[in-house]
């Protein structure tokens, strides 16, 4: 995992993580206190990927509906 603060994160960067902190969980070799910081990690980059797609929306909206 990334040492990088969730706020500079890129939208792939954040994604990346998301997708490492979903396979982690996944496998279920994590024990419950561990599982519960991931779980909260994965919150916090899901809740970033949403912020950076909403920001683009709203930058760049009229062009994606196109």
Not at 7 to 28: I, K
Not at 32 to 59: T, V
């Amino acid at each position: 995992m990334s040492d990088k603060p969730i706020e500079e994160m890129t939208f792939e960067q954040a994604m990346a993580e998301l997708e490492a902190v979903v396979d982690q969980l996944d496998r279920g070799d994590v024990a419950l206190d561990e599982s519960i910081k991931l779980y909260e990690l994965g919150i916090k980059l899901k809740n970033h990927c949403d912020f950076k797609l909403k920001n683009a929306e709203i930058k760049h909206g009229p062009l994606l509906k196109k």
